[in-house]
């Protein structure tokens, strides 16, 4: 039943927490079950509280939810979790919107028509699930396993093992993510050899040198930075943010330092030419656990160049300010506070990884941590250990399975680009145009909105067109399911189990428990119950694969290893690290329970689990690459190349084959270079002055939360613009253009044009022109529709060409005050 939020804020005495915000004059409406509402009429309005995990991005923060009469009515963080200690961001302090939200589909729904001209009829869950499972039937009868894929989101831990699982048993090579993060961990890879994003070790940092990462505002855990950030003064910690634009991290930071798009890793560069010129860097860590700092003589006799001669004698100060816009003074200031505050640790990410030359300029950022010799010890860089979740049985593969996932996967190029990407949109797309290698048959689509986030959304929806199964699971309908055939909208995160866990970069294992705190409001099911249903249907292997009855019994199943581990402990106040390291080193543990069923009870009323405690690891652990060093000069870069310039064939030589690899890839330099960390030039466009930066605000995250009126209110409390999108302009842009606060203009790039309000603000390079990402949507709900501009809409169709990452700093425009 739809209420208004005055309704709802009667029934409960105005004591709802987030709903007591007032947005923009707009009476929201929420949804809310009939008896839900005569159960509050009625009282004896009972109080209780429950713990779960909130789910409106990937973050991972404990949430406590309150209720009155087992009816949820506002949200505060969880102080004894130890990602976020009690803080919320203000999308989760909104959750419960999202739970009542109007739009929220109320059941499974079939498209009739195209999505142009699209009608939604219900669908019964056995009906839906039938027709999928039939389909999923026939491809492996006929041998085409590999003809479906599943694209998932953000998902990490528990669930994501259960997709890729999923499509293991079935016999497809076709699980990916489509994520802002995905493929930014090919410099680490390239540089130490792991497959996974490192973890920074803030509170224990003297100096803290950020290149690009606005991790206050579009980290994977703002709520976490936040908290660790609130301790700098007593910690003694000095912030150093170079971004483009004044951002909210460059805000609360001791010093910006502004920079142009496209050259943070020459700055980086320029820093490691002081750190080397004035011997300033960790000189036994440089020569006994790195490889390429000296130049050297294998063992064919040829001579290569190192990183230390490379960097002297190409990214001295004066050459540097020329490419970033940094003065000389304050590179050779910040190069020696870096050399000589102990510990001093660098990150890199958005606006540095986010362009053409991403995965170069984080090679160069990265080089920094190795010549201070951040590895393995306080205030550095580790790796994380996963949670010690009971191990599943290895998949039995019968033939048909295993026919399947020798295919080429559909989600990456057969050609000499993108060779270290996991999954690439724009090769995705290209593919499932063309066919190649396989056409594909049945698409699974779950969480994000990939067709609003991407750079060629035409031809992606060309593609979701080509392929006759599209199932999305949905909650509301967005820009991307608009082109599903089915629907299956999941529950929310506050009517499902679930387990959180490794989420990017925070330092210690975890697993936060989600769980029901009310039952779902409509014909809604867990995705993992989905699943499991559909490969009981497909039966087989794919039915063996999955020995639990549902979803909650598999969670149950991996924290039992958890359980015996004997490590960590239950998230409870007063259990610090301290206390946990002085047990475990003892042989005990925090909480001792009588039964499984004992500490299953506990983990999910406290919320989740963690160990702060990490053992040291050994070197060759720490770096697995070919020389199990830090490699300056990555060995694994060089062997890729060769193997790309070996396919490529042809009837011309060698050197031919390589240059025209090198040509594919955009990398301009050459020799030894091409190995190691260097500053590759962005695309450059004589007519196009300004540089267009886009960023992503609390609120709305990555465009899901502009579904939500207060986000819509909140989107640019900074800006005093709320409902509209905005450009921040630098004056001095203002004055040649004529441009006052407020104008409207138009940012025009080669491919189109947005009509926007201007921000007239110092906090932006004059070069620069900075949009907020996450509005401008045609779908996604009542709230969402219609307002704003998706600044991604006027992109080029860019990408680093060695990961397959969108290059979202890369598009440069014109500006003009608009009539």
């Known amino acids: 039943?739809?209420?208004?939020?005055?309704?709802?804020?009667?029934?409960?005495?105005?004591?709802?927490?987030?709903?007591?915000?007032?947005?923009?004059?707009?009476?929201?409406?929420?949804?809310?079950?009939?008896?839900?509402?005569?159960?509050?009429?009625?009282?004896?309005?009972?109080?209780?509280?429950?713990?779960?995990?909130?789910?409106?991005?990937?973050?991972?923060c404990g949430t406590r939810v309150r209720l009155i009469d087992d009816i949820p009515v506002s949200v505060k963080g969880n102080p004894v979790y130890p990602i976020n200690r009690g803080g919320m961001c203000p999308l989760g302090l909104n959750a419960l919107h999202s739970l009542y939200h109007p739009d929220r589909l109320k059941g499974p729904v079939q498209r009739k028509g195209t999505p142009d001209h699209a009608t939604w009829e219900s669908i019964s869950w056995e009906n839906a699930l039938s027709q999928i499972a039939e389909r999923l039937v026939e491809l492996r009868v006929a041998g085409k396993p590999h003809q479906v894929a599943f694209l998932g989101h953000e998902e990490n831990g528990l669930l994501k093992q259960h997709f890729a699982r999923f499509m293991q048993a079935y016999g497809s090579p076709n699980y990916f993510q489509f994520a802002p993060s995905q493929n930014t961990v090919t410099p680490y890879s390239l540089l130490q050899g792991h497959l996974t994003l490192p973890a920074y070790d803030f509170l224990n940092a003297r100096l803290i040198v950020s290149f690009g990462s606005n991790f206050l505002e579009e980290g994977s855990s703002p709520v976490y930075y936040t908290k660790v950030y609130s301790h700098h003064e007593e910690q003694q910690t000095r912030y150093?943010?170079?971004?483009?634009?004044?951002?909210?991290?460059?805000?609360?930071?001791?010093?910006?330092?502004?920079?142009?798009?496209g050259t943070y890793g020459a700055l980086a560069l320029g820093l490691s030419y002081v750190l080397i010129r004035e011997e300033l860097y960790d000189r036994e860590f440089v020569r006994s656990k790195t490889f390429g700092f000296e130049d050297r003589v294998d063992s064919s006799g040829v001579r290569h160049v190192g990183f230390k001669n490379m960097v002297l004698g190409n990214y001295y100060p004066e050459r540097v300010e020329e490419l970033t816009g940094v003065p000389s003074p304050v590179i050779l200031q910040l190069g020696r506070e870096l050399g000589n505050a102990h510990p001093a640790l660098v990150v890199g990410d958005q606006g540095a990884i986010d362009n053409t030359n991403g995965t170069?300029?984080?090679?160069?950022?990265?080089?920094?941590?190795?010549?201070?010799?951040?590895?393995?010890?306080?205030?550095?860089?580790?790796?994380?250990?996963?949670?010690?979740?009971?191990?599943?049985?290895?998949?039995?593969?019968?033939?048909?399975?295993?026919?399947?996932?020798?295919?080429?996967?559909?989600?990456?190029?057969?050609?000499?680009?993108?060779?270290?990407?996991?999954?690439s949109i724009e090769a995705f797309t290209k593919n499932v145009l063309s066919e190649t290698p396989y056409p594909l048959s049945v698409l699974f689509i779950r969480g994000g909105n990939p067709l609003f986030e991407s750079l060629n959304r035409s031809k992606l929806a060309e593609a979701l067109k080509k392929i006759p199964l599209v199932v999305s699971f949905d909650s509301i309908l967005?820009?991307?399911?608009?082109?599903?055939?089915?629907?299956?909208?999941?529950?929310?995160?506050?009517?499902?189990?679930?387990?959180?866990?490794?989420?990017?970069?925070?330092?210690?294992?975890?697993?936060?428990?989600?769980?029901?705190?009310?039952?779902?409001?409509?014909?809604?099911?867990?995705?993992?119950?989905?699943?499991?249903?559909?490969?009981?249907?497909?039966?087989?292997?794919?039915?063996?694969?999955?020995?639990?009855?549902?979803?909650?019994?598999?969670?149950?199943?991996?924290?039992?290893?958890?359980?015996?581990?004997?490590?960590?402990?239950?998230?409870?106040?007063?259990?610090?690290?301290?206390?946990?390291?002085?047990?475990?080193?003892?042989?005990?543990?925090?909480?001792?329970?009588?039964?499984?069923d004992e500490f299953w009870d506990r983990l999910v009323g406290q919320g989740g689990w963690w160990n702060p405690i990490r053992k040291r690891k050994n070197w060759d652990v720490v770096f697995k690459t070919p020389s199990k060093k830090f490699e300056f000069f990555s060995q694994t870069l060089k062997k890729a190349?060769?193997?790309?310039?070996?396919?490529?064939?042809?009837?011309s030589g060698?050197?031919?084959?390589?240059?025209?690899?090198?040509?594919?890839?955009?990398?301009?330099?050459?020799?030894?270079?091409v190995f190691l960390p260097h500053h590759e030039p962005i695309p450059h466009e004589p007519d196009m002055l300004f540089h267009l930066v886009t960023f992503r605000v609390l609120p709305v995250r990555d465009g899901q939360g502009a579904a939500l009126p207060m986000m819509q209110e909140l989107f640019g409390h900074s800006a005093n613009r709320h409902w509209e999108s905005w450009a921040e302009i630098h004056p001095e842009t203002a004055a040649i253009n004529n441009i006052s606060d407020g104008d409207w203009v138009l940012i025009s790039s080669v491919v189109g044009s947005l009509r926007l309000r201007a921000k007239i603000?110092?906090?932006?390079?004059?070069?620069?022109?900075?949009?907020?990402?996450?509005?401008?949507?045609?779908?996604?709900?009542?709230?969402?529709?219609?307002?704003?501009?998706?600044?991604?809409?006027?992109?080029?169709?860019?990408?680093?060409?060695l990961n397959g990452k969108p290059a979202l700093q890369a598009t440069k425009v014109k500006i003009a005050r608009a009539t």
Request: aromatic share 10%; with cysteine.
């Open 1 to 60: 039943m739809e209420i208004k939020r005055r309704e709802f804020l009667r029934l409960f005495g105005g004591l709802s927490g987030s709903f007591l915000f007032v947005g923009c004059g707009l009476d929201d409406v929420l949804d809310i079950p009939q008896s839900m509402i005569e159960q509050a009429r009625r009282g004896p309005g009972i109080e209780t509280w429950q713990n779960t995990i909130c789910g409106l991005c990937p973050a991972g």
């Open 240 to 261: 150093v943010q170079i971004e483009s634009r004044h951002s909210l991290t460059a805000s609360n930071a001791d010093q910006w330092i502004p920079i142009r798009p």
């Open 360 to 423: 170069f300029s984080t090679m160069a950022i990265h080089s920094l941590n190795a010549l201070l010799g951040n590895f393995e010890r306080e205030g550095g860089i580790f790796f994380v250990d996963d949670p010690p979740f009971s191990r599943f049985e290895p998949v039995q593969s019968d033939v048909v399975a295993r026919d399947g996932l020798k295919q080429s996967p559909i989600g990456i190029s057969e050609g000499d680009v993108y060779p270290f990407t996991r999954f």
């Open 478 to 596: 967005s820009e991307t399911s608009e082109f599903a055939h089915l629907i299956l909208p999941e529950h929310h995160f506050m009517e499902r189990w679930d387990a959180i866990s490794a989420v990017d970069s925070i330092p210690f294992a975890h697993v936060g428990i989600q769980h029901p705190v009310v039952q779902p409001f409509h014909d809604t099911k867990q995705v993992g119950d989905v699943l499991i249903g559909l490969a009981q249907q497909v039966g087989g292997v794919v039915g063996k694969a999955f020995p639990f009855s549902n979803y909650e019994e598999e969670l149950k199943f991996a924290m039992e290893g958890v359980y015996k581990s004997g490590t960590g402990a239950i998230a409870a106040g007063g259990a610090g690290s301290l206390w946990i390291q002085y047990l475990q080193q003892r042989g005990w543990q925090i909480g001792r329970y009588s039964s499984f």
């Open 641 to 651: 190349l060769d193997n790309l310039t070996n396919q490529s064939g042809g009837e």
């Open 654 to 673: 060698t050197a031919q084959n390589y240059e025209r690899v090198l040509n594919r890839l955009n990398i301009s330099a050459r020799g030894d270079t």
């Open 761 to 801: 603000t110092e906090g932006i390079m004059p070069s620069v022109v900075a949009i907020p990402f996450g509005l401008g949507h045609t779908s996604l709900g009542r709230y969402a529709k219609g307002h704003g501009v998706n600044p991604n809409t006027i992109m080029r169709n860019l990408y680093d060409q």
